[in-house]
C-alpha cells in the first residue's frame, strides 16, 4: 500500500503529516510527504504512483484533479475547512477559522460527481463537532470524519531530563497577535516580576520577554517537556470559545512524559478526562500552577496517567488506522493497530 500525503507548509497539520507518514511506514507501507507547495503535482503522482491520497481542499488545483482523473483506482481523503450548520455563526472578525469557500465546494462536488474517488474529508476536530462543524459535506455525498491531532511515536519517544532545559514553566510556541488573546492574560502575568517563577520560552516568533530562550530543534522539543515541572496548554481564542479544536502540543506533552496544564475547552475534558488539570479561568490558571509546583507527586501521578492515555489512543498508528478505516480497508486498518500493540513497550 503507497500513501501520498500532501504537505504545504511548517506547522502542526504538517507534524501530523509526519506523524502518519512514520507509522505507515513502520507497519511495512509506503507513504511519501509531499510539499505541494515547491514540487509539482505530475512529478509527486507519477514518480510515487500511490493508491491512497491525502490532501486539502484547498489545495485541490487542476494538475492535482487531473492527476486524480487519471488514476481511477485511487483513493482519496483531504482536509477541508468549516461547511456545516454552525459556519454560518463564526464571527470572522474575532475568530481565525479554517472556513471551506465555495470554490473549494464547486470544485470537490465535481471531482466527486465525476470520479466517485473522494471517501472522506477530515478536520482535526473532536468527533463530537463534525456533526454541526461539516454536516453539510454529506449533501454533495462526501463523509466528513474527526482525525484529531496525535503524538508522532517516532519523534517524541525517548525523552530525557536536560539540565540546561530545567524550569518551573516550559513553553514552545510562538507569539503572534490572535494567540496573543489567550497568552497575554494567562502566561505573561507569570513572567512578571522576573524571577517570581522560572519559566524558559522557546518559538519561532520572539517574545518580548526576558524569559524568552529562541529557537530550540525539532529534537529537544520533547526534553523541554520533560525537563519543565509544568509545561502549559494554551489555546487558540475558537478553541476556547467554541471548545472542539484540540491542539497538538498537548498530545506531545504528555506522550513525552510531561506534566500538563490547560485552558479550559471542552474538547480537552472529553478526550483526556482528569489526567489533565483545567483552568477555568487566568487566576485559575496561577492558582493551579502555585498548586502543582508544591505537589511533585500529584504532578509525577498525573503525568504517568496522561502519557499512558496517550499511548494507548492518540499516537500517529491510532490515525493511520482510523484513516485506512475511512478508506474501508478494514484489515489493513486492525493490522497496524496490532502491530503498534505488539510492540508498544519500543515506543
Known amino acids: 500500500m503507497k500513501i501520498l500525503i500532501s504537505s504545504d507548509g511548517t506547522h502542526a497539520h504538517f507534524y501530523q503529516r509526519v506523524a502518519w507518514a512514520n ?14 507547495k515547491n514540487s509539482s503535482a ?3 503522482f507519477d514518480t510515487f504512483e500511490p493508491d491512497l491520497f491525502l ?3 484547498y489545495n485541490l488545483t487542476e494538475d492535482v484533479v487531473k492527476c486524480i482523473k487519471e488514476r481511477p483506482w ?5 482536509r477541508a475547512g468549516d461547511w456545516g450548520d454552525q459556519t454560518q455563526e463564526i464571527d470572522h472578525e474575532r475568530f481565525n477559522i479554517l472556513t471551506c469557500s465555495p470554490q473549494e465546494i464547486k470544485a470537490l462536488k465535481m471531482l466527486n460527481e465525476e470520479t466517485g474517488q473522494v471517501k472522506f474529508v477530515h ?16 449533501s454533495i455525498g462526501i463523509k466528513p470524519i474527526s482525525l484529531m491531532m496525535c503524538a508522532d511515536v517516532l519523534s517524541y ?7 540546561t532545559l530545567a524550569c518551573d514553566i ?10 496573543a488573546q489567550v497568552l497575554d492574560p494567562y502566561l505573561m502575568p507569570l513572567l512578571e516580576p522576573f524571577g517570581q517563577y522560572k519559566v524558559k520560552l522557546f518559538g519561532n516568533q520572539p517574545w518580548k520577554a526576558n524569559q524568552y530562550c529562541g529557537l530550540i530543534s525539532d529534537d529537544k522539543v520533547k526534553d523541554v517537556f520533560v525537563s519543565s515541572k509544568i509545561c502549559p496548554n494554551l489555546s487558540e481564542p475558537h478553541a476556547q470559545e467554541y471548545g472542539f479544536d484540540v491542539n497538538e502540543r498537548i498530545f506531545k506533552i504528555l506522550y513525552a512524559g510531561g506534566f500538563c496544564i490547560s485552558d479550559n475547552v471542552t474538547g480537552y475534558k472529553t478526550t483526556f478526562g482528569e489526567h489533565v488539570p483545567i483552568a477555568d479561568n487566568p487566576e485559575h490558571f496561577k492558582e493551579l500552577i502555585d498548586h502543582y509546583l508544591s505537589k511533585p507527586t500529584e504532578r509525577l501521578k498525573l503525568a504517568e496517567a496522561g502519557n499512558t ?24 486498518s486492525q493490522e497496524i493497530v496490532k502491530q503498534y500493540k505488539e510492540n508498544i513497550n519500543a515506543f
Open 23 to 36: 507509522a505507515f511506514n513502520s507497519c511495512g507501507m509506503q507513504a511519501m510527504l509531499w510539499d505541494c
Open 42 to 44: 505530475f512529478d509527486a
Open 55 to 57: 490532501g486539502q481542499t
Open 74 to 78: 485511487l483513493k482519496v481523503g483531504l
Open 123 to 138: 478536520i482535526h476536530y473532536t468527533p463530537e463537532a463534525i456533526g454541526v462543524t461539516h454536516n453539510h459535506f454529506e
Open 157 to 163: 519517544r525517548g525523552a530525557s531530563f536536560d539540565s
Open 170 to 179: 516550559g513553553f514552545v510556541g510562538g507569539y503572534w497577535p490572535y494567540k
Open 309 to 332: 492515555h496517550v499511548k494507548e489512543n492518540h499516537t500517529g498508528f491510532h490515525r493511520a488506522s482510523e484513516i485506512l478505516a475511512a478508506f474501508e480497508l478494514q484489515d489493513l
